[in-house]
Structures are given as C-alpha cells and as structure tokens.
C-alpha cells in the first residue's frame, strides 16, 4: 500500500460513512494508529539495540552513521494516524462493533 508523506485531506463523510458515525470512526482510526505506532517502535528498538553499548561513559559519545540513517528512516516514514485513515477510507481496515455482538448473542439464546 502506498501512502503519500504529504498532508492530505481527507473527506469527513467518507469517512464517516464507513462506521455510520465519525466519532467512531476516529475511534477506529486511532486504535489502529496505535497497534501501528507500537509496532514501529519495536522495529525501531530492535535496530538500534544493535548499537548499544554496555558501558556508560560520557566521554565515550560517538555518532554513528548506520544509526543516524536508521533514525531519519523511521522519521520519514507517514504518521501512523495518515496510513490509519487511509486503511479505513480505502477499505482494508476490518473492525467489528462487540455491542452489536453481544446483542445478537443475547437474542440467540
């Protein structure tokens, strides 16, 4: 999937349409953008571990190229609330309303 790293608008009631409010919408949003920031950010620790070091010295503070171009990878990459949204508006975000379930699962018996 390809998200553009620009700002980009999005339309209110195209999103809203997917839930049937947009308040839910948002909801579903950042709930995703949430297990995406969480995944990227154990990819991003998981790189820089290689670079740890186990002594703590001050004096001994260096640059590292390889870990710098790591660090601005990661920046670059688009906010995880933009690729969110951009999952929910072009249908490749799957959601589902437990109140609905338990409702139904209510009836049943």
């Known amino acids: 999937m ?22 839910k919408s ?20 998981e790189k820089l571990a290689e670079f740890a070091s186990d002594v703590d010295n001050l004096e001994e503070v260096f640059e590292n190229r390889e870990q ?10 688009p906010k995880s609330s933009t690729v969110a949204a951009e999952e929910l508006v072009d249908d490749e975000l799957f959601f589902r309303k437990p109140s609905e379930e338990e409702e139904e699962s209510s009836e049943i018996k």
């Open 26 to 45: 948002v909801r579903v949003i950042g709930k995703r953008a949430r297990q995406l920031s969480a995944v990227q950010k154990e990819e991003l620790n």
């Open 68 to 77: 710098i171009e790591i660090s601005r990878y990661f920046e670059r990459l």
């Open 2 to 23: 390809k998200i553009k790293s620009k700002i980009t608008q999005l339309n209110v009631d195209e999103i809203a349409s997917k839930t049937g409010n947009i308040y």
